[in-house]
């Protein structure tokens, strides 16, 4: 198998944690140390680490990520393996004997049979699992595709169908169910397959560009220098020009592969992993890692080049002369020198966020350190924007978008950069909600299953590093990188939920923010789809061009929950903390709430009244009446109870502001406040024909005969007793009647004496 890598994406600049990285792997790492075994393949569809010995197999579930998982094992006869996977549906174990022969276990019956192929015809470059409807095995010569039907019951493999090509290796990933098959003098040649539950899709055949060496010299390409990746939901090749120095991008669609640009490399030997829709690009021979967003417009990487980190590992263990990195934390026992070597000679890099440590049988799993990133740049929009996009921590990209807008609002920068990241943050906010991606959970796992690549066979010689290795030591690769949609790719013009979740998403943050470019796409990319703007663009394709994506399901593993925050967080967490830290004239911070309510109204999103409320006592600080009235007679603060009540009490000292509040209060129907205000006032008779003409029936008489006694006026009193006596059915029969005629009588007599 070869170290591949896939997915990715860009963002902003970053120095890592204690400034020394952004990427970190994290101790302890998964232990794979069967005795006994003869090498090691990593099943990227069933997401397993598979070692084998003589009569065995041990497999370890490397999705999700636990250091502890048991191994499970499988009983198989003796005989050389160079490859070995398992079906989709976890039944069958095929282990590749030689360049003729696969054989197949039968897990739970034991039963065993064999496929050959004919000596003189061709050899086998390796095979793997699908789950199309026309086939369940595929096997990959140097003659082409051999599309088969495996039957364990009948120990039959029937072909189906056979794609005649010439091979000299191939690239395949069970998340893009995509093959790529390289040919011709220098395997710069490429024919492409995308086999999916939908059908078979087969891409136009395209080359992939390289630099010449020297005059008379054709550089050849290598399968290890061939990566498919999925980013953002759409499926690249990447390809290193290690004559250019440069790592090339294509970009997949029905027909047409389109070249999008290029990333320069600085090391002979690279490698990549994506992590969370970042691309990380190895740099092994300077032991650095340099991270790309893809979604963005800059070609530039998000961080200058910075060592991988160790985290949890012993800092007296870590070796010096293999690993650059400085910042070794949380002090671990029983920890060999061998286990701290960054960038080993037998690492192996396994899409899209794994590196096996082949010679000391370690599986260890890539980290993304947000906060070091998002601390290493000043450009607060460009980090939120990255902030947003992650999904795996999304819980703390969010605590770190609100630590940054909470910032640059203390340290009042201009209005213009905080209501740009306003800006960002509610667009966020909206597409989670219209997307129902706001904090949805979504299952980790997934159902499906698929092949594998083999990591090294260190007791044949092979290189672990190099890929997969058949009979007569040649490499043939078999990746287990990107994702892509089974489904969408038969499928132009119906979008799948996730993918309309993450480009809807993407796309309109640009479009809404970038001006006088070109608007993105929105939901799951059609046959009408173009090209996305991104890092790696450089041309744009017609509208018969649709372009290959990501599975809803492979994509669904990363999507725990949104970044996005609502509005009343943004008021808890981002406003009225900042409102009781600011000190001095409350302007600047109405200015940035006006950003803010003009940003929601743009989005159509709903404001709480909370934020209105506080705008009012922050303009009311000052006294700003005359500010005040304009927000509320063109609406800027919306009108709700609360508001109006907030109008109320300020309007002890500001009347205008008082009928402004009870202007509201009549404006949203709140007829019973209202009454109970004017009857606060002293105006009672008033309060009665208001009660009487909007039928105010939820107000106690009691209410206004108390009030009239305590007036002290007899008239009054036996206005408000007339008053109930004629318009309330059955008022003269209420205690209330008797009494309070009772207490007019005597407010008579009184005054008669």
């Not at 409350?586 to 950003?595: F, G, R, T």
């Not at 006294?623 to 304009?630: K, T």
């Not at 006026?713 to 008797?738: E, I, Y």
């Given at each position: 198998m070869s170290a591949k890598a896939s997915s990715s994406q860009l963002s902003v600049s970053s120095s890592g944690s204690g400034g020394l990285s952004h990427v970190y792997i994290q101790h302890p790492p998964l232990r794979y140390n069967a005795p006994g075994t003869r090498g090691l393949f990593y099943d990227d569809g069933n997401k397993l680490l598979i070692s084998p010995t003589s009569d065995q197999v041990f497999s370890w579930k490397a999705v999700p990520f636990d250091p502890h998982v048991a191994p499970t094992s499988d009983s198989i006869s003796e005989g050389p393996i160079l490859s070995i996977r398992y079906s989709l549906d976890a039944k069958i174990i095929a282990i590749q004997r030689s360049s003729l022969e696969i054989q197949f276990f039968h897990r739970e019956t034991g039963q065993n049979f064999c496929h050959k192929c004919k000596p003189e015809s061709d050899s086998i470059l390796g095979f793997f699992w699908t789950d199309c409807l026309l086939c369940n095995f595929v096997l990959v010569k140097t003659s082409g595709l051999d599309l088969l039907a495996c039957d364990a019951e009948s120990k039959s493999l029937n072909v189906v169908e056979t794609r005649k090509l010439n091979v000299s290796w191939y690239v395949y990933t069970h998340e893009s169910r995509l093959v790529l098959l390289a040919s011709g003098m220098q395997c710069k040649t490429f024919n492409g397959f995308q086999l999916s539950s939908a059908g078979i899709v087969r891409l136009p055949k395209f080359e992939m560009v390289m630099a010449k060496s020297e005059a008379n010299s054709k550089p050849v390409l290598a399968d290890e220098d061939v990566y498919i990746a999925t980013i953002y939901g759409r499926i690249y090749c990447l390809q290193i020009d290690r004559v250019a120095m440069l790592l090339h991008s294509y970009r997949f669609y029905r027909d047409a592969v389109v070249q999008q640009g290029s990333l320069p490399i600085y090391s002979n030997k690279v490698a990549v992993s994506v992590v969370d829709n970042v691309l990380l690009i190895h740099q092994v021979g300077a032991k650095v890692v340099i991270l790309y967003d893809i979604f963005a417009d800059s070609r530039s990487p998000i961080s200058a080049p910075l060592p991988l980190l160790f985290r949890g590992f012993p800092r007296s263990n870590t070796s010096s002369s293999r690993s650059t990195a400085k910042d070794i934390e949380i002090p671990e026992a029983n920890t060999s020198d061998s286990e701290a070597i960054i960038y080993g000679d037998d690492w192996t890099f396994l899409v899209p966020d794994l590196i096996c440590d082949v010679s000391?049988?370690?599986?260890?799993?890539?980290?993304?350190?947000?906060?070091?990133?998002?601390?290493?740049?000043?450009?607060?929009?460009?980090?939120?924007?990255?902030?947003?996009?992650?999904?795996?921590?999304?819980?703390?990209?969010?605590?770190?978008?609100?630590?940054?807008?909470?910032?640059?609002?203390?340290?009042?920068?201009?209005?213009?950069?905080?209501?740009?990241?306003?800006?960002?943050?509610?667009?966020?906010?909206?597409?989670?909600?219209?997307?129902?991606?706001?904090?949805?959970?979504?299952?980790?796992?997934?159902?499906?299953?698929?092949?594998?690549?083999?990591?090294?066979?260190?007791?044949?010689?092979?290189?672990?590093?190099?890929?997969?290795?058949?009979?007569?030591?040649?490499?043939?690769?078999?990746?287990?990188?990107?994702?892509?949609?089974?489904?969408?790719?038969?499928?132009?013009?119906?979008?799948?939920?996730?993918?309309?979740?993450?480009?809807?998403?993407?796309?309109?943050?640009?479009?809404?923010?970038?001006?006088?470019?070109?608007?993105?796409?929105?939901?799951?990319?059609s046959s009408s789809s173009e090209v996305y703007p991104s890092s790696l663009q450089s041309q744009n394709l017609g509208p018969s061009n649709s372009p290959l994506?990501?599975?809803?399901?492979?994509?669904?593993?990363?999507?725990?929950?949104?970044?996005?925050?609502?509005?009343?967080?943004?008021?808890?967490?981002?406003?009225?903390?900042?409102?009781?830290?600011?000190?001095?004239?409350?302007?600047?911070?109405?200015?940035?709430?006006?950003?803010?309510?003009?940003?929601?109204?743009?989005?159509?999103?709903?404001?709480?009244?909370?934020?209105?409320?506080?705008?009012?006592?922050?303009?009311?600080?000052?006294?700003?009446?005359?500010?005040?009235?304009?927000?509320?007679?063109?609406?800027?603060?919306?009108?709700?109870?609360?508001?109006?009540?907030?109008?109320?009490?300020?309007?002890?000292?500001?009347?205008?502001?008082?009928?402004?509040?009870?202007?509201?209060?009549?404006?949203?129907?709140?007829?019973?406040?209202?009454?109970?205000?004017?009857?606060?006032?002293?105006?009672?008779?008033?309060?009665?024909?208001?009660?009487?003409?909007?039928?105010?029936?939820?107000?106690?008489?009691?209410?206004?005969?108390?009030?009239?006694?305590?007036?002290?006026?007899?008239?009054?009193?036996?206005?408000?007793?007339?008053?109930?006596?004629?318009?309330?059915?059955?008022?003269?029969?209420?205690?209330?009647?008797?009494?309070?005629?009772?207490?007019?009588?005597?407010?008579?007599?009184?005054?008669?004496?």
């Open positions: 000391n049988k370690l599986l260890w799993k890539i980290h993304l350190d947000l906060e070091a990133i998002s601390a290493s740049s000043s450009e607060a929009p460009s980090v939120l924007e990255f902030l947003q996009r992650r999904k795996l921590e999304a819980s703390k990209a969010k605590q770190l978008c609100l630590a940054i807008t909470r910032n640059v609002i203390l340290e009042r920068r201009p209005v213009s950069t905080v209501a740009k990241a306003i800006d960002i943050l509610l667009m966020s906010y909206s597409l989670s909600l219209k997307t129902g991606s706001y904090l949805k959970g979504i299952k980790t796992e997934k159902t499906s299953h698929s092949a594998g690549t083999q990591m090294g066979i260190p007791q044949s010689g092979a290189s672990a590093s190099t890929g997969e290795v058949d009979a007569h030591g040649t490499s043939t690769k078999h990746q287990s990188s990107a994702i892509v949609d089974n489904e969408s790719l038969n499928r132009s013009g119906n979008s799948s939920t996730s993918d309309s979740e993450d480009n809807t998403q993407f796309n309109s943050l640009k479009a809404n923010l970038k001006v006088n470019k070109e608007k993105l796409s929105s939901g799951a990319e994506n990501a599975s809803v399901s492979e994509r669904q593993e990363s999507q725990l929950m949104s970044p996005a925050i609502s509005t009343d967080e943004m008021y808890s967490l981002l406003f009225a903390p900042v409102e009781e830290e600011m000190v001095g004239d409350p302007s600047y911070l109405v200015a940035i709430i006006v950003e803010f309510l003009r940003s929601a109204s743009s989005e159509k999103i709903k404001v709480q009244p909370n934020i209105y409320v506080l705008t009012i006592q922050l303009l009311a600080r000052n006294e700003r009446y005359a500010e005040l009235s304009l927000f509320i007679i063109n609406k800027i603060l919306e009108p709700s109870k609360e508001v109006a009540m907030q109008l109320l009490e300020l309007g002890r000292q500001n009347s205008q502001i008082r009928k402004l509040g009870l202007d509201m209060l009549r404006q949203l129907s709140l007829h019973h406040d209202y009454v109970l205000l004017l009857v606060q006032d002293g105006y009672y008779l008033e309060a009665l024909r208001y009660a009487r003409k909007h039928k105010v029936v939820t107000v106690r008489p009691s209410l206004f005969l108390e009030a009239a006694v305590s007036s002290n006026d007899s008239q009054l009193l036996a206005a408000v007793l007339r008053f109930f006596s004629d318009f309330t059915p059955g008022f003269k029969n209420t205690t209330d009647c008797h009494g309070y005629c009772r207490i007019l009588k005597e407010m008579n007599s009184d005054v008669a004496v």
